[in-house]
């Protein structure tokens, strides 16, 4: 049986540590986790400013490292859950899992139909030496495992002549690209744990057995935590929720592969029995990693979404150029089977912001800090699926590459096109955001993956990121004192449209601008774990959003350029 010793909830920007959770799991021996990680003290001192140079932005991660008095999900550890595993055949990791836990597998159900699938084969790529994860912290592992590239080449002129061929290579975050097959974790047979154990029968010496049926006599318990909730954001938790723990497979960094732990929500408002993406079903991701701290490795859990799709970027070789791409699936490695179709969103500091759902009380017809309102499983009041404009939020959301930058997304024409202010949607000319038009999408995919961009005039003059892609650019109207993208679905309009503050700076990011307190939109940059700083737009005065930089897709030195998305 599952016990809890003192089990409670440290929080630090939007991230959780559970304390005190001991449980038998059956599985394999524990980590010596106090030993420290080879090969890594010595350098430690300038680990935190490589991982800003290779902006990946571990903000919100390191914080929490930096924390006194914590304990992680210890009864997790038996797992060796940051074994590294070889993601070219990790559909075979879970069944060597299956014999030691008898977990139940479930498939989560697809909520997108937007999208291509992208099959690679066994293609090889650089790996790493890492073989156990959870002895590093995230910024070691950003410096000695390399996020996962795979080279690629997109016709862009004629079709037919590779002459004017881009050649590029896709980059997917670190820890964020999951399959989709999730399986609860069950309490042991009994400790330590015995041969017979998920055999089906109860024998002696077992508490229960992992191989009888959940809900059955003789059942072992699936593994639960318990997790005071601030629903209702008043800084205050005011309900505990109790959350079952699933396992799955998560693509860590080169190619290796890894098991996040996700929660379940099975008490409380968010609690809903139909594992679809972007939805409640899964509300924290977890992973392990060192904590210099304590000495040793430790579960760091941060709440969002499971989202459909793998999202990323395409690099244009030779050059810091990235541009977001999003597949349905991607195959790759020994076999068929192995596919990556899921990834993870945070809803705070990151892309989590854009399927989050506006509270009724709370809509204000712009976005907000940790909320934009435009899930792909939901629609417009008029009807209109809300897919192309999650789709085209992430274009602009992920395009973005500095951070402080505040910034306003706008989907409804109401200045442009005589539509109504609409509290329910995102309206133009938002205050604060009225004299700098930045980029637009429709949302669509071009060549199967890289999703629409259009830029402003200024992007023409000097910036090589727009013209290696030859990206166009589209004309903004100017209604009033406002400057906007036209939105609709003409020739010289688009779906979604991005403002910079007005008091946003060529060269440097902003301060946010004054007006009623409010959180706001966030253009997050990109990707990997800690994108839980990509979207940082701090409770500020002002409408809007700021970014924050993230991607280990791109090269150092763009932390030198200037502000304005890439350029």
């Not at 060549?447 to 650019?473: E, F, H, I, K």
Request: with cysteine; proline share 6%.
């Amino acid at each position: 049986m599952l016990t809890l010793h003192g089990g409670r909830v440290v929080r630090a920007l939007g991230w959780i540590v559970i304390a005190g959770l001991t449980a038998s799991l059956g599985c394999s021996a524990g980590l010596e986790d106090d030993a420290a990680p080879v090969g890594v003290a010595a350098r430690a001192a300038t680990n935190a400013a490589n991982s800003m140079n290779a902006m990946n932005a571990m903000n919100a991660m390191n914080a929490m490292n930096a924390m006194n008095a914590m304990n992680a999900m210890n009864a997790m550890n038996a797992m060796n859950a940051m074994n590294a595993m070889n993601a070219m055949n990790a559909m075979n990791a879970m069944n060597a899992m299956n014999a030691m836990n008898a977990m139940n597998a479930m498939n989560t159900t697809n909520s997108v139909t937007t999208g291509t699938p992208l099959a690679v084969g066994a293609l090889r790529i650089p790996s790493t030496t890492l073989t156990d994860l959870g002895r590093y912290t995230l910024a070691q592992t950003e410096l000695l495992c390399p996020a996962t590239r795979l080279p690629h080449t997109f016709d862009q002129g004629t079709p037919g002549d590779p002459s004017d061929d881009i050649a590029a290579h896709l980059t997917f975050p670190r820890w964020l690209v999951l399959k989709q097959q999730f399986e609860r974790v069950r309490v042991a047979c009994a400790t330590p744990v015995p041969g017979t154990c998920g055999n089906g029968v109860v024998d002696g010496g077992e508490q229960c057995d992992t191989g009888i049926e959940l809900g059955e006599p003789g059942a072992c318990e699936t593994v639960t935590v318990a997790i005071d909730e601030d629903l209702d954001g008043n800084g205050t938790p005011e309900t505990s929720v109790t959350y079952e723990v699933f396992s799955g497979i998560g693509l860590a960094c080169a190619d290796r592969a890894y098991r996040p732990f996700l929660l379940h929500p099975t008490t409380g408002p968010e609690a809903t029995s139909s594992p679809e993406t972007f939805n409640t079903f899964f509300r924290y991701l977890c992973l392990q990693s060192w904590d210099e701290a304590q000495g040793k490795a430790v579960y760091r859990c941060g709440k969002g979404l499971l989202a459909a799709g793998v999202s990323g970027y395409a690099v244009k070789d030779g050059t810091l150029s990235a541009r977001p791409i999003y597949v349905s699936s991607l195959t790759w490695g020994d076999g068929a089977g192995n596919v990556w179709d899921r990834h993870w969103q945070f809803r705070e500091h990151h892309i989590g912001s854009i399927p989050e759902p506006i509270a009724a009380g709370q809509q204000i017809g712009y976005a907000l800090d940790a909320a934009w309102g435009l899930n792909p499983r939901d629609t417009h009041p008029g009807g209109a699926s809300k897919e192309p404009d999650y789709l085209a939020a992430l274009a602009l959301k992920t395009a973005t590459n500095r951070t402080g930058v505040t910034v306003s997304p706008y989907n409804r024409a109401n200045a442009t096109g005589g539509l109504s202010f609409d509290a329910r949607e995102l309206n133009q000319c938002e205050p604060g955001y009225h004299s700098v038009p930045d980029l637009a999408s429709t949302g669509a995919l071009e060549q199967g993956m890289l999703l629409n961009l259009s830029v402003a005039g200024w992007y023409q003059d000097g910036c090589t990121w727009a013209r290696d892609w030859g990206l166009p650019t589209l004309p903004t109207q100017q209604v009033g004192s406002c400057q906007v993208f036209d939105i609709g679905g003409g020739a010289l309009q688009t779906r979604m449209g991005l403002n910079l503050g007005d008091a946003t700076p060529a060269a440097a990011p902003a301060s946010p601008p004054a007006s009623p307190a409010r959180a706001a939109a966030s253009a997050a940059s990109r990707w990997d774990i800690s994108t839980a700083a990509r979207s940082r737009a701090t409770r500020r005065c002002g409408a809007g959003a700021t970014t924050n930089t993230a991607s280990s897709a791109v090269a150092r030195s763009t932390w030198a350029a200037p502000w304005r998305s890439r350029c």
